[in-house]
């Protein structure tokens, strides 16, 4: 079986997986107002790094000037979770596995000074993490929308099935810039305000920085305690370049290869996309009841972090894993009352479940979408 060994979460909540952990379970959400930054004209609200406080840490591992921000996020989690798992990240059989969308985007900027042009391809910028750890293998790069970080822990399921690697380090970071927010508004699909997912009144996503890791290994005897990567599925309907289908077809189709001849009883709850973007919320909405999982619980974090795009199924597939440790459902922060057509089952409470299993479920542009079950001690895996 697949199974994680190690997570480490760098957010604005945190630099950790368990301070992120505490801080969403308390309520509490990174999202804020920014006016005139970037110059950009029109306000916008997102949750961002402490770049000083990175910097700070990060100093302790390498020079500062030698990575870009965004490598900086990604080295900084990587690191700790590869001490965590105790692995040996020089080795041959480790893989490494980086999920973004933007990379280092900025430097299309031509102001932008201080680093070689070829930075912005996502196979360089990658490569600036395995050389950190001296890792002969070359890296993968996922980059499929909004669902890479799904599609990144699919594909390292597929490199340890095969017996390719003894270790898969799966990484997801974007970091914001002018050149994404601007992007976002040129679609009207943000809110100034935080975002409310599922919600009647939702009228747009927020953004988000992060970094998120998982290392999985394949075993054979597994404990209670180990989480398990069961199934994972793939499926685009390529409805259109930014909106999603309108009956979930792709989502769909996903969510019924991922749970498998799992009963629906046996899940604890679906983490969704949630974007509180007025389509996606919808089609999910769609999928979910088309699946015959209308009564699993649902819950979506954009309003914790807003949407943290690479890092968002890497992220919110570890902060899944800790809700079920800990007995719970998280809380939709933003939610108040449900504005979708098909009947969901959401709250913006923490709610108990003694359950060990659920679905990460994303969608994404160009009719992209993914789902993974996860399950607690391989529980009917």
């Given at each position: 079986m ?11 909540l ?18 804020k ?20 406080k ?7 591992l ?13 080295i ?9 798992a105790?692995?040996?990240p020089t ?13 280092n985007?900025?430097l299309?900027?031509?102001r ?24 002969p ?8 929308a909004?669902?890479?970080?799904v ?6 399921m ?19 810039s002018?050149?994404?927010v601007?992007?976002?508004q ?7 305000e935080?975002?409310?997912p599922?919600?009647a ?7 988000g920085?992060?970094a998120a ?6 075993k ?8 398990v ?8 309907d ?17 969510l ?8 629906p009883?046996?899940i604890?709850f679906i ?13 999910e ?8 999982l ?14 943290t795009?690479?890092?968002a199924?890497i ?6 894993m800790?809700a079920?440790?800990?007995h719970?459902i998280?809380?939709t922060r933003?939610?108040?009352t ?7 089952v ?17 969608s ?10 996860m399950?607690k001690?391989?529980?009917?895996c």
């Amino acid at each position: 079986m697949i199974v994680r060994i190690a997570d480490n979460i760098v957010s604005p909540l945190g630099l950790t997986s368990s301070e992120n952990y505490a801080a969403v379970k308390a309520g509490r959400s990174a999202l804020k107002r920014y006016d005139g930054l970037w110059h950009l004209p029109e306000p916008f609200t997102a949750s961002l790094m402490d770049r000083e406080k990175v910097e700070n840490v990060f100093a302790e591992l390498a020079d500062n000037e030698k990575y870009t921000f965004f490598e900086k996020m990604i080295i900084l989690s990587t690191s700790r979770a590869i001490a965590e798992a105790k692995i040996d990240p020089t080795s041959d059989k480790v893989l490494f596995i980086l999920s973004t969308t933007k990379g280092n985007v900025f430097l299309l900027d031509k102001r932008e000074t201080g680093f070689p042009q070829d930075r912005v391809l996502l196979g360089v910028a990658a490569r600036q993490m395995t050389e950190f750890f001296h890792n002969p293998n070359a890296p993968i790069v996922v980059s499929n929308a909004c669902i890479s970080g799904v599609c990144a822990q699919i594909e390292a399921m597929r490199n340890l099935e095969n017996g390719l690697f003894d270790h898969v380090v799966v990484v997801g970071c974007d970091v914001q810039s002018a050149f994404i927010v601007s992007g976002f508004q040129s679609f009207k699909a943000l809110s100034v305000e935080p975002c409310m997912p599922f919600d009647a009144n939702r009228c747009g996503l927020n953004l988000g920085d992060a970094a998120a890791t998982i290392v999985y290994t394949r075993k054979d005897n597994i404990s209670e305690n180990d989480w398990v990567a069961c199934r994972g599925a793939i499926r685009n309907d390529a409805n259109h370049i930014s909106g999603p289908s309108r009956t979930g077809e792709g989502s769909y189709r996903a969510l019924k290869v991922a749970l498998g001849d799992v009963n629906p009883d046996q899940i604890a709850f679906i983490n969704t996309h949630g974007t509180a973007t007025l389509y996606n919320d919808e089609m999910e909405s769609f999928a979910i009841e088309r699946a015959g999982l209308s009564q699993v619980p649902v819950n979506g974090l954009k309003g914790y972090y807003g949407h943290t795009m690479g890092a968002a199924g890497i992220m919110e597939t570890i902060l899944s894993m800790k809700a079920i440790d800990d007995h719970n459902i998280l809380a939709t922060r933003g939610f108040e009352t449900l504005g979708v057509t098909h009947p969901l089952v959401l709250s913006n409470q923490n709610q108990p479940t003694d359950k060990r299993m659920f679905i990460k479920l994303l969608s994404g542009f160009g009719g992209c979408n993914a789902a993974l079950l996860m399950a607690k001690g391989g529980a009917s895996c």
